[in-house]
């Protein structure tokens, strides 16, 4: 800090430590939201379309699953949108 | 009883090894026998901060292939009576590494080791993961910044998955942050996130805090643990670490500012 600084500090101060720490707060939680997810879920969301892909033609993205925790209880949902007949 | 640390941190850069060397030093000052192990295979560092660079003979990959038995791979330091090296190998990929490998030498080197500390290279992959599989406890190291903290949180996340207490339903593996290159100026000028913001985002216990500080470089330079420059403002943060990692109570230091003179700030004294 020299005799410059003194006159510098006393105009802009924007303290962008507090935005790190927002940002941080909201990719955090996000990212651990998503660590929590089991790393089956691909692989059965495959499976699941070759299975039904057996009786009816879908695409990969007409099966969706997610897994929400409710307390102690996970549910497991599947979604399949079947083609227009 | 033994203990495998593991030092980790996810981000490159943040003071692993510096760490490492410091804290298994401090451990074997305070006459715990330890032995500091190299994980990072390619880029080995930890024997030039431990200043044993010109004495490594076999490395960790030899003692995993059977080329070279573990006595004669650990290099005895030279300060310390019960301190000791098992440097990283140089010339081989980083897959030189397996499991069963790292395993059986950390078993051998538990028997007669109270700590054996594990520096971990920077990454997800292979090589940190075997370094922190078998650990009892880790320390992460942590910069007040945005990335440092980010990859911290996913390395807490793979300790409490991916370990081996955590896939035998054991104990899960002891975490302590420790907050490197700290510096409380910027911090109270809102420029760095404070230790509290840092505390609060990852939730895990306060090692301790290392500031910013020219001794690390300085030790570095000379191949000697910062620890042993008790002098130093990181020299003494790393001793109070230590201490705390035994289970002593100490108060956190170098948190504050020093007080500097209407004439140091004139004229840019640097702290």
């Keep these: 800090m020299n005799i410059l600084d003194l006159f510098r500090q ?31 879920l691909p692989a059965l969301q495959k499976e699941l379309v070759e299975v039904i892909r057996k009786y009816v033609n879908i695409e990969q993205d007409q099966v969706h699953v997610a897994l929400e925790n409710q307390g102690t209880c996970s549910i497991l949902e599947l979604n399949i949108t079947l083609p227009d007949r | 009883m033994s203990k495998i640390l593991v030092v980790t941190s996810g981000k490159g850069g943040v003071g692993k090894t510096t760490t490492s060397a410091a804290i298994g030093t401090g451990l074997a000052l305070r006459g715990h026998k330890t032995v500091i192990v190299d994980f990072d295979v390619g880029l080995r560092n930890l024997d030039l901060i431990m200043g044993c660079e010109r004495r490594v003979v076999y490395d960790f990959v030899n003692v ?25 190998s140089q010339t081989r990929d980083k897959d030189a590494l397996t499991q069963e490998g790292v395993e059986k030498v950390l078993t051998e080197l538990k028997q007669t080791f109270e700590y054996v500390v594990c520096d971990s290279p920077a990454g997800i992959e292979k090589g940190a993961h075997l370094a922190m599989y078998f650990a009892d406890e880790a320390i992460v190291v942590t910069n007040p910044e945005v990335s440092s903290v980010r990859d911290s949180d996913r390395m807490l996340g793979l300790l409490a998955s991916k370990s081996r207490r955590a896939e035998k339903g054991e104990d899960p593996i002891k975490e302590h942050l420790l907050l490197t290159r700290y510096n ?66 100490i108060a956190h230091r170098f948190l504050d500012v020093k007080k500097q003179g209407f004439l140091q700030r004139l004229f840019g004294g640097r702290p």
């Design chain 1, 10 to 40: 006393r105009k802009k101060k924007e303290p962008t430590a507090s935005i790190a720490k927002e940002r941080l707060q909201i990719i955090v939680a996000h990212e651990r939201g998503q660590r929590s997810t089991p790393d089956y």
């Design chain 2, 64 to 88: 995993v292939n059977g080329e070279a038995t573990l006595s004669q791979a650990l290099i005895k330091d030279k300060r310390l009576e019960n301190l000791y090296v098992l440097a990283a």
């Design chain 2, 184 to 249: 409380p100026e910027r911090v109270i000028r809102g420029e760095m996130l404070g230790v509290e913001d840092v505390e609060e985002i990852l939730a895990i216990r306060l090692l301790g805090v290392i500031p910013e500080s020219q001794a690390v470089l300085k030790a570095s330079n000379q191949g000697v643990p910062v620890i042993l420059d008790d002098q130093s403002d990181a020299g003494q943060a790393y001793s109070d670490a230590v201490d705390r990692l035994l289970g002593k109570e």
